[in-house]
Every structure is written in structure tokens, then in C-alpha cells.
């Protein structure tokens, strides 16, 4: 089994920053490719970034943050974290973190096996 806990969000001004972490512990997950996910009220959940875990990284965006998030990885400590910049009010969503034992980033939620209990981002204009 794999834990997977979030830290970070909270509520911000349109064009500020969060920075989102999730601390994974249990089973190695060495070999997870790593996700984080979003899903607004009344809404699907949507795939945000990905990143696989071991040998040379290799990250994944929704056209959406191109170019505003960061996804990043530090394996010695076990935690994948979401730089958000320039937020806008429609990236308000709770955020969940995911593991998924594929060696590559999925961007299918039903392809991640761990989930952790998400935290709430709030953008307002």
C-alpha cells in the first residue's frame, strides 16, 4: 500500500502562487509515475501534471497550465510537489495527488491505484 497526503493549498488572489506537496510513504514507489489531478464542483476530475518517478524524469501538462505550473520530484524524500504560478479563478478545484505503478505518466485517473484526500485551492478575482 502507498499513502499518499497533500499540503499546501489554500486561498489566493488571482495571478498569486501555491505551491502543493504530497508525501508519499508505505511501499517504495520508486518505480510510480506520480500525478496530480483536479476536480471543481460539478465537475469531472482532471488530470493537472504528471511526472515519472525513477530513471530520467519526464513530466506531463494539461494545455491548461502549460506554462504556469511546475511539477517536480525529490526522491530522496519521497514527495512530488505543484508549483502554481500566475493562478487564475477557473484553476479553483480541490487537487489530489496519485500514484499509479505505470513507469510512464497516465493522464486517466481510473490508470492511478493511490490516491491521496486532496486539498482545496481557491482562486479569487
Known amino acids: 500500500q502507498v499513502q499518499l497526503v497533500e499540503s499546501g493549498g489554500g486561498s489566493v488572489q488571482a495571478g498569486g502562487s501555491l505551491r502543493l506537496s504530497c508525501a508519499a510513504s508505505?511501499?517504495?514507489?520508486?518505480?510510480?509515475?506520480m500525478g496530480w489531478f483536479r476536480q471543481a464542483p460539478g465537475k469531472e476530475r482532471e488530470f493537472v501534471a504528471g511526472?515519472?518517478?525513477?530513471?530520467?524524469?519526464?513530466?506531463s501538462y494539461a494545455d491548461s497550465v502549460k506554462g504556469r505550473f511546475t511539477i517536480s520530484r525529490d526522491n530522496a524524500k519521497n514527495t512530488v510537489s505543484l508549483q502554481m504560478n500566475s493562478l487564475k479563478p477557473e484553476d479553483t478545484a480541490v487537487y489530489y495527488c496519485?500514484?499509479?505503478?505505470?513507469?510512464?505518466?497516465?493522464?486517466?485517473?481510473?490508470?492511478?491505484?493511490?490516491w491521496g484526500q486532496g486539498t482545496q485551492v481557491t482562486v479569487s478575482s
Open positions: 496519485a500514484a499509479t505503478g505505470s513507469f510512464t505518466v497516465a493522464v486517466l485517473p481510473d490508470r492511478y491505484q493511490y
Open positions: 511526472i515519472s518517478w525513477s530513471g530520467p524524469s519526464t513530466s
Open positions: 508505505g511501499r517504495t514507489v520508486s518505480t510510480y509515475a
